[in-house]
């Protein structure tokens, strides 16, 4: 594929090559995110349909809409999170630098 010189990118790190994601990598995280979501949705579904016999005072069933409840926010959160990879990924943002010495090094 042909350059076209009218085209090119302006900026600081302009002359720095751009890596393109593969294609495993991206369907992989397509694939995670999607399936977190998913299992996001199904346990919401479940935490609604909990309520009615936990508001009736079956012990049973606040257990279970509270496993339901944090285990939605856990699969909402790895979504979220693998979604903002997937986004950086095919946008061809490299992850940031560390900073050797971890958090107290010098800067």
Not at 30 to 36: D, E, H, K, Y
């Amino acid at each position: 594929m042909a350059r076209c010189d009218r085209m090119r990118p302006v900026g600081k790190h302009s002359d720095e090559a751009v890596s393109t994601p593969s294609a495993p990598k991206v369907s992989t995280y397509a694939l995670a995110v999607l399936l977190t979501a998913l299992a996001w949705a199904v346990l919401v579904y479940y935490a609604i349909r909990l309520g009615p016999d936990a508001k009736a005072g079956e012990v049973r069933a606040w257990v279970l809409l509270v496993v339901a409840t944090l285990g939605a926010i856990g699969c909402l959160f790895l979504s979220m999170m693998l979604g903002s990879r997937l986004v950086e990924l095919v946008r061809g943002r490299p992850a940031p630098a560390k900073l050797p010495g971890g958090r107290h090094g010098k800067h």
